[in-house]
T-cell receptor
Framework: DGGITQSPKYLFRKEGQNVTLSCEQN?????MYWYRQDPGQGLRLIYY???????QKGDIAEGYSVSREKKESFPLTVTSAQKNPTAFYLC??????????????FGPGTRLTVL | GNSVTQMEGPVTLSEEAFLTINCTYT??????LFWYVQYPGEGLQLLLK?????DKGSNKGFEATYRKETTSFHLEKGSVQVSDSAVYFC???????????????FGQGTILTVHP
């Protein structure tokens, strides 16, 4: 089945540590996205990538980094510079970035907790 | 800029009740509008969408009509079920000269709980 997988489902991190969240898709989508979800808030865009080897900052990129070396993979690193990293992180993809009609498909999410 | 405002929740209903979740938006340009649903512990799923004024999106008994004159996209269902309990997000995407990059702007989400 085609879809988006995220791992791990739950992740615990000590303060001061970097941690990398995995996102893989087999939908052959060009565009991929990372969102952060906090209780009582909508999703906020962290980074997005339209094509391989290219990515742009979203609304809340500080303290995060990404790479897009392969079409199917878009890992997110939460660095120690992110002051409040505890949240639910969602990865998404779409056929291509441009175009307002494009549906985004979401992964199941990773819940990160900083101890 | 672009923004989406949803009615505040949580919303609690009995099974078979009528559901309305209000959504209004502001946008530079002509947006496409979406409703996503998030079941507990899961990612988001597209529920329905509308891409131009007066379009009606529908799926699984849910409907929403793109009202340009009132900048609204309210979600409705005539008879809710316990299985509809979830968080519902209204979202928009504006294609500004092909440079929208697929960026969705989300509302804050509305928690719906349906009791038997």
């Amino acid at each position: 089945d085609g879809g988006i997988t995220q791992s791990p489902k739950y992740l615990f991190r000590k303060e001061g540590q970097n941690v990398t969240l995995s996102c893989e898709q087999n939908l052959n989508h060009d565009a991929m996205y990372w969102y952060r979800q906090d209780p009582g808030q909508g999703l906020r865009l962290i980074y997005y990538s339209q094509i391989v080897n290219d990515f742009q900052k979203g609304d809340i990129a500080e303290g995060y980094s990404v790479s897009r070396e392969k079409k199917e993979s878009f890992p997110l690193t939460v660095t120690s510079a992110q002051k409040n990293p505890t949240a639910f992180y969602l990865c998404a993809s779409s056929t291509h970035a441009a175009g307002a009609n494009n549906e985004q498909f979401f992964g199941p999410g990773t819940r990160l907790t900083v101890l | 800029g672009n923004s989406v405002t949803q009615m505040e929740g949580p919303v609690t209903l009995s099974e078979e009740a009528f559901l309305t979740i209000n959504c209004t938006y502001t946008a530079t340009g002509y947006p496409s509008l979406f409703w996503y649903v998030q079941y507990p512990g899961e990612g988001l799923q597209l529920l329905l969408k509308a891409t131009k004024a007066d379009d009606k999106g529908s799926n699984k008994g849910f409907e929403a009509t793109y009202r340009k004159e009132t900048t609204s996209f309210h979600l409705e269902k005539g008879s809710v079920q316990v299985s509809d309990s979830a968080v519902y997000f209204c979202a928009l995407n504006v294609n500004a000269g092909g440079t929208s990059y697929g960026k969705l702007t989300f509302g804050q989400g509305t928690i719906l709980t349906v009791h038997p």
